[in-house]
């Protein structure tokens, strides 16, 4: 069973930066299929960074410019890089990665961004 726990989360003012992190229980080296999703209150999850392919992201319109998702397979940790937080940004950040067939999501991190 693959366990994926995200942490990095937390209080922030506009403007600020967080970095969360998902670190797998299971190799990533193959992994591809690999994304950043968040929920707001009252609001569905929505994808914010996925990996493509040849190594390219795409991201959220709202986010574009603003966060980078990125990996290091020598560690099994998937990052998000946020910049310039606004509070709409606010929400639980979940992790989700693709071993075979099988979806794996993390707990989810808390991001709350301050005006």
């Known amino acids: 069973q693959v366990q994926l726990v995200e942490s990095g989360g937390g209080l922030v003012q506009t403007g600020g930066s967080l970095r969360l992190s998902c670190a797998a229980s299971?190799?990533?080296?193959?992994?591809?299929?690999m994304a950043w999703y968040r929920q707001a209150p009252g609001k569905q999850r929505e994808l914010v960074a996925a990996?493509?392919?040849?190594?390219?992201?795409n991201y959220a319109d709202d986010v574009k410019g603003r966060f980078t998702i990125s990996r290091d397979n020598a560690k099994n940790t998937v990052y998000l890089q946020m910049n310039s937080l606004k509070p709409e940004d606010t929400a639980v950040y979940y992790c989700?990665?693709?071993?075979?067939?099988?979806?794996?999501w993390g707990q989810g991190t808390q991001v709350t961004v301050s005006s």
């Open positions: 299971s190799s990533i080296f193959r992994v591809n299929d």
């Open positions: 990996f493509a392919g040849g190594g390219s992201a």
């Open positions: 989700r990665l693709r071993w075979g067939l099988y979806y794996y």
